[in-house]
Every structure is written in C-alpha cells, then in structure tokens.
C-alpha cells in the first residue's frame, strides 16, 4: 500500500534559518547593534517572527516596540526569503525513494502563505502533492486539522501517512491526527523541550534516516 509523507517546512525540509537569521540581524544593525551568528539564532526559527524579535532584539509580545520589530522583520524576510535557504543535505535523495516507490509527499507547516508559496516555487518542487500553510485553515499546529486536511487533499487515511517535523507541535499534532511521526533531531528543534521528550515514534539524526523508519513501519503495519 502507498503512503503519503508530510513534512514540516523551516528546520525539516529546508534549512530557512540564514535567510532568517540575516533578517533578524538586519533588526539588530538597523538599531546600531552587532549581528548575531547565525548558529545562535538557529534555534528560534521554528517560532517563526515572533521567536527571531525576542532572539534578536529581545523583545517579547508585549514589549511596546514589538509589533514594529516583527512587522519589519516580515517585511525584510518577504523580499529576501530565498538568497540562501536550502533543503536539507539527504532530502533530494529521500524525495527519490518515495517517487521510485509510488509514494507521495507534501508539506504542512506554520508559516503563512505569502512566505511559503515563493519559496517552495524557487525550490523547484512540481510533484509537492499538497502545501498547507499556516494561514489555510482558521487553526494551525499543534492542532491536528492541518495534517487531517493535507491527507484528505491527496486522498489518504491519516494513519497511512507519515509527519516529519522538528518542533513538539510538530508530534502533537501528529498524534492527535492519528499519523505516525517523526522527529527531525537535525533540526531547529527549540530551546525549550529535548527532542527525546516529544514522544516521537522514532527520532532520526539525518534526513537520510527517514526513509530506514518508513520503510520500518510499513513492514511492521
């Protein structure tokens, strides 16, 4: 039986994290402040603009510059979305594997769509079956709704899909969709939670691990 594998976008498909990162630290230079390495800011990225203003600037939700900073940095990151983001090293070969074995594959990720759509077009990727976008549904992870949604497009039960994601949203929303998850180690994977801790049904250390706990699973169910 075929099977459809979902992945989250920033920190598991591709590696968004420098064009991200040089749009927080243009927050920072714009403000007289030094840049930040980009392995300092790294782990931020899955919080999307909210976590990149309190990673670089240090302000939090309610800090009354806020909504200024992330406004900006939104605005920076759109017309530099795509300079030096990368999929992941092992991701082109994995996406061969499921298309030798008549498998399909999307992406279901927090980042809204006027973000998403440009990059993953830039990244050349016609056979993404499905993209769903934080701004799809009126829920986003960790709520199940968008993995349920992105099976029901490409017609597939949830539990005949696989989700690889590197944040605990991620593996929440997984099990609550009743879909078999995987845990991108290589990821950004917060500062809050070990990966170890997510409940993951596996945990991989490279994108080339992937296919091993897929092709495990189905052997098993």
Known sequence: MTRLVLFDFDGTFADTAPDMA???????????MPALPVDQLRPFVSMGARGMVKASLGFDVDHPEFEAARAAF?????Q???????????IGELLDNIRAANMRWGIVTNKHTRYAEP??????????????????????KPHPLPLQHAAKQVGFESH?????????????AAKAANMPSIAAAYGYCGTE??????????????PLHIWGVIQDHIRQN
């Open 80 to 90: 530099n979305s795509t300079t030096d983001t990368v999929i992941f090293d092992g």
């Open 74 to 78: 939104l605005a920076d990151y759109e």
């Open 193 to 206: 939670h070990p990966v170890h801790s997510w409940g993951a049904d596996a945990i991989v250390e490279h």
């Open 160 to 172: 005949h899909c696989f989700y690889v994601g590197d944040d605990l949203r991620d593996i929440q």
């Open 119 to 140: 990059i993953v077009a830039w990244l050349n990727l016609p056979d993404c079956a499905t993209l769903v976008c934080g701004d799809t549904l009126e829920v986003a």
């Open 22 to 32: 040089a749009a927080a630290n243009r927050l920072r230079i714009e403000r007289g």
